[in-house]
T-cell receptor, first 111, second 113 residues
Framework: DAKTTQPPSMDCAEGRAANLPCNHS???????VYWYRQIHSQGPQYIIH???NNETNEMASLIITEDRKSSTLILPHATLRDTAVYYCIVRVGNAGNMLTFGGGTRLMVKP | SQTIHQWPATLVQPVGSPLSLECTVEGTSNPNLYWYRQAAGRGLQLLFY??????ISSEVPQNLSASRPQDRQFILSSKKLLLSDSGFYLCAWRLQGANSPLHFGNGTRLTVT
């Protein structure tokens, strides 16, 4: 499995876009990029995933570089409730097991 | 729609006592099921996963075991708890054969005293 690297922490002003980077330089052609977030003392919540094309849903946008070696999760208008730890993982889509989650990025949204 | 139930929410157990945590999924059939553990302030560690009834794969050797007696039921057990078994235990499911994401339960916070 490809390893991911994320900054340990980031701050964002409420109402502004939060851009969370993830490096996955060893990603292989059939591995998807998944993003989850975990609010304190809760189970992780799925946000979005993609293979090579940019993706958007009601929660966020996922921008994957053309070489697929990095990606950015964008929360377009961050709110205080978006304060959480954000995990980026890569995994073959239909694999039985799932990659262990790393340390993630602790996003603090400030008023 | 699919839902996942995990209980209990919190548990305090003495060292050497047995453990049984249960997880059930509703609204889908033949899901992949997972048990994760999270130590305080750390990432999630995959403990066990299952692709079908009676099929259990262990990712990390430990004092724990898992069983899947029914299609949508996943149980995490221990015969004798250790202090190091304390943590936040999370159950998750996903559809088989697709790039579907994991969906997590609300977790059980276990404290071994």
């Amino acid at each position: 499995d490809a390893k991911t690297t994320q900054p340990p922490s980031m701050d964002c002003a409420e109402g502004r876009a939060a851009n969370l980077p993830c490096n996955h330089s060893t990603i292989s052609g059939n591995e998807y990029v998944y993003w989850y977030r975990q609010i304190h003392s809760q189970g992780p919540q799925y946000i979005i995933h993609g293979l090579k094309n940019n993706e958007t849903n009601e929660m966020a946008s996922l921008i994957i570089t053309e070489d697929r070696k990095s990606s950015t999760l964008i929360l377009p208008h961050a709110t205080l409730r978006d304060t959480a730890v954000y995990y980026c993982i890569v995994r073959v889509g239909n694999a039985g097991n799932m990659l262990t989650f790393g340390g993630g990025t602790r996003l603090m949204v400030k008023p | 729609s699919q839902t996942i139930h995990q209980w209990p929410a919190t548990l305090v157990q003495p060292v050497g006592s047995p453990l049984s945590l249960e997880c059930t999924v509703e609204g889908t059939s033949n899901p992949n099921l997972y048990w994760y553990r999270q130590a305080a302030g750390r990432g999630l560690q995959l403990l066990f996963y299952s692709v079908g009834i009676g099929q259990i794969s262990s990712e990390v050797p430990q004092n724990l075991s898992a069983s899947r007696p029914q299609d949508r039921q996943f149980i995490l057990s221990s015969k004798k708890l250790l202090l190091s078994d304390s943590g936040f235990y999370l159950c998750a499911w996903r559809l088989q054969g697709a790039n579907s994401p994991l969906h997590f339960g609300n977790g059980t916070r276990l404290t071994v005293t």
